[in-house]
């Protein structure tokens, strides 16, 4: 089993950054693909950026990219997203996600086993 814990969410202004992380327990981090979503009230959850099993390929939906990256440390065990630009549709719950997806279809929600709870992030204008 596979706990996944996200934290680094907060309240920020337009334009300003964060970088999430999501610590992984219960299994090498490296041994799977990991992904984070979003999910803003009233809204389908989304995928926001994935990374592969080996890290080689990484994804990102056209909204955030050029803005978010996503990279994983894996003596940490950890998984990060760093934001920048942040704007006021960015706001939402992140979620950390896990699973055997392979690289290529990195965007589906169903090829994830393991979910954190989420982080809040708010940006305010």
């Known amino acids: 089993q596979v706990q996944l814990v996200e934290s680094g969410g907060g309240l920020v202004q337009v334009g300003d950054s964060l970088r999430l992380s999501c610590a992984a327990s219960?299994?090498?981090?490296?041994?799977?693909?990991t992904a984070w979503f979003r999910q803003a009230p009233e809204k389908d959850r989304e995928f926001v950026s994935g990374?592969?099993?080996?890290?080689?390929?990484?994804s990102y939906s056209d909204s955030v990219k050029g803005r978010f990256t996503i990279s994983r440390d894996n003596a940490k065990n950890t998984v990060y997203l760093q934001m920048n630009s942040l704007k006021p549709e960015d706001a939402a719950v992140y979620y950390c996600?896990?699973?055997?997806?392979?690289?290529?279809?990195?965007?589906?929600?169903?090829?994830?086993?393991?979910w954190g709870q989420g982080t809040q992030v708010t940006v305010s204008s």
């Open positions: 996600a896990a699973g055997a997806v392979g690289g290529n279809w990195l965007v589906l929600k169903s090829g994830y086993n393991y």
């Open positions: 219960g299994r090498t981090i490296s041994s799977l693909a």
């Open positions: 990374i592969s099993r080996n890290g080689m390929v990484t």
